[in-house]
């Protein structure tokens, strides 16, 4: 037996993004958005309304960065999307973030996160809808795998559960993806 629910924004698993730009005074600004994602295998998409600090800057500067939240920094992550840069200007700094700037792009790279894409505006969408092409991704040295390539085990990115407002950790691999399922054909 299911159940029906009416339409909700529940979407499995939605990224817990936080975006980095320069406020006009060239001050680190932070923010969490749980609707972005990939746009194109080089692009990203952001759902920000118009209100956002982070949208006048992206608008301003025409960059920003997009690192991904882990389990060790979830708070902090938590606290950028609650706090708004028009009332907190110091949210940044409060959260215990420090700032690199993009060795890219115009917008800063944090520090303490470490799976960063660096983004270039592309544009506003007609929707209003952020679309930014990545011209580059940095990561930390301590979550690369034995591959030199990022490992989820070892980033622990964490995603928004929507139904409970919940923050879930994530990178346990089960399965390997355009392989296993071959074994059903």
Request: hydrophobic content about 40%; aromatic content about 10%.
């Amino acid at each position: 037996m299911r159940k029906n629910f009416k339409p909700q924004p529940w979407f499995y698993p939605l990224p817990v993004l936080v975006i980095g730009t320069y406020n006009e005074d060239g001050t680190p600004d932070a923010m969490t958005a749980a609707w972005g994602g990939l746009y194109d295998a080089d692009k990203v998409v952001l759902c920000l309304s118009e209100g956002h600090k982070t949208t006048g800057n992206i608008r301003a500067r025409g960059v920003f960065t997009v690192s991904f939240a882990d389990a060790a920094h979830a708070v902090a992550a938590d606290y950028v999307g609650l706090v708004s840069a028009h009332s907190e200007p110091d949210k940044f700094a409060r959260a215990g973030f420090h700032a690199v700037k993009s060795s890219f792009v115009d917008a800063p790279v944090i520090d303490e996160l470490p799976l960063t894409l660096e983004c270039r505006l592309k544009e506003f969408s007609a929707d209003g809808n952020i679309i930014g092409e990545i011209v580059n991704i940095s990561a930390d040295e301590r979550v690369l795998g034995p591959d030199g390539k990022p490992d989820a085990g070892l980033l622990r990115p964490i995603s928004y559960e929507p139904v409970h407002n919940g923050y879930y950790v994530l990178g346990e691999k089960i399965a390997n993806a355009f392989s296993d399922g071959a074994e059903l054909g």
